[in-house]
């Protein structure tokens, strides 16, 4: 067999709308301190946003949480948050950029860019998490993610407090998991 044909987890990727803070910031507490590969975090927000997200995650996790400015390197061990007002895109491996085009599902940062770059980056060594919101972002986001041999995990929309995100990506996509916000800081704590 050979070494690609093990899928090393190299990103997690997880978008969220309302209702989906909550379940971060459990995550963020429950998360063992040295994870192998990056999170990114792709949360709608208001445009004039300040970095209030970093500084409440921060209190939380010994990793580093950092607000990605354009051509931000990724280094794993580290939570990113797409700031607001950009869509936060892969330019490879190593290197974030941000794009202020227009809005995608009338949200930018946009789940379903961020999550369209990195399958074609990353592949089948993505893992793409959708948790609670209130549009359809995401899904055709996490689509991409399948098609190019990623994982897709979905918040269970019955523990979701603003359901119709996860739901409809829950009916419309080949998942690969069901999550629930008690269980996603063990199931990610347990990525090799």
């Given amino acids: 067999m050979r070494e690609e044909d093990f899928n090393k ?23 063992d301190n040295k994870f192998s590969f990056p999170i990114i975090l792709v949360l709608h927000r208001k445009a004039n946003s300040s970095n209030i997200l970093q500084v409440l ?6 990793s580093e949480v950092i607000e990605v400015d354009d051509k931000t390197e990724i280094v794993k061990n580290k939570i990113y948050i797409a ?6 895109l892969f330019e490879n491996k190593k290197i974030m950029a941000l794009d202020s085009s227009e809005k995608m599902n009338y ?5 379903d860019v961020t999550f369209k ?23 055709e986001g996490l689509a991409y993610i399948k098609k190019y041999g990623g994982k897709v995990w979905i918040q269970n929309p019955d523990t979701a407090e603003v359901d119709y995100m996860p ?26």
């Fill in 9 to 31: 987890t190299e990103l997690v990727v997880i978008g969220g709308s309302a209702g989906s803070l909550q379940i971060i910031l459990e995550l963020i507490k429950n998360l």
């Fill in 57 to 62: 995650l921060q209190q939380f996790t010994a």
């Fill in 83 to 88: 700031p607001a007002d950009y869509h936060l």
């Fill in 107 to 111: 949200s930018r940062p946009s789940i």
């Fill in 117 to 139: 770059s990195a399958a074609e980056v990353f592949g089948k060594t993505i893992i793409g998490i959708l948790l609670s919101g209130a549009n359809a972002d995401g899904v």
């Fill in 167 to 192: 739901r409809q990506a829950e009916q419309q996509l080949n998942y690969d998991l069901l999550i629930t916000p008690q269980n996603l800081a063990e199931l990610i704590n347990q990525i090799e």
